[in-house]
């Protein structure tokens, strides 16, 4: 059995305006809305806790599906590295970047070249090629990248047809290897999970790959809430959970800091995957609040 961690939506980073020339435009607002409300709900401290519960449950990997900074400023990137190297190291965390990670166009080495070892595919050298794919013990872990820059107000996605056929063949080639393909993604790939203004622009055609070269897990974040549903596959349903930010400190039920933990199992020709659901207490720590099976082979 393999126990994978998810988390996304960490907000990790301070705002901090340095030179005024790069805060015009949707970066602007941006810092507007970090500074009246963000900053207020996204707390460093949440995040060290997650850090301490992550060392008592000890996964064998975790998968951080975006949204690691907040309006893409250079040092955003730069401190996003001390983060990533006190979740786990390069082998043991896998990151796909989120729309703030693209707020504006930055080049990329001033941006996720800072953690590209935490991006990259085994093996890669170079600019990050997506999909990317990770084999850690019985899993493959696919990461697909939908964050690009969009318009102020704007927070959508999208993959692309040259990924989403290099995704196809990739599926497709790992089909046969008994692995248990993971698909982590920033933008929810279900109809209705988020506002059009947020939502993945071509998610009806990676469905369609996803129903055609099949998956055994895909997992996202971007909404901020506890989402479970399924997509059509070859061979049944595919699972797809969306995760809450895991920083949130608000009041609210709802919203307030998680992140997942998936045991999966080998079974006969398919996989057994639990999800155990961890959240903030509200004061110092992560405790358990439910846990779910999502598939049995």
Known sequence: MAVLAHVSDLHATPVRVRRLSDFAGKRFLGWLSWRLRRCKIHDVRVLEALVADLCTTAPDQIAVTGDLTNVACREEFSEVLGWLEHLGDVRQVSVVPG??????????????????????????????????????????????????PTPPLFASGTVGSSQLEALERRLGELAESGLCRVILIHHPITEGAVSSRRALGDAGA???????????????????????????????????????????????????????????????SGFRITARIRGWDGTSRFEPVAERVLGAG
């Not at 600019?127 to 690009?148: C, D, E, K, M």
């Not at 369609?208 to 049944?236: D, K, N």
């Not at 919203?255 to 079974?267: T, V």
């Open 99 to 148: 729309n703030h990670d693209a707020y504006v166009a930055v080049p990329r080495e001033a941006s996720w070249d800072h953690w590209v070892d935490y991006l990259r595919s085994d093996g890669e050298t170079g600019p990050v090629a997506f999909p990317t794919l990770r084999t850690r013990g019985p899993l493959a872990l696919v990461g697909v990248n939908s964050a690009h």
């Open 206 to 268: 990676l469905r369609a790959v996803l129903g055609r070269a099949g998956a055994e897990l895909v997992l996202h974040g971007h909404g901020h809430r506890t989402l479970f549903s399924e997509v059509p596959g070859p061979a049944g349903p595919i699972p797809v959970v969306g995760v809450r930010s895991a920083t949130d400190i608000t009041d609210r039920d709802e919203k307030r800091a998680q992140y997942h933990l998936y045991e999966i199992e080998s079974r006969g």
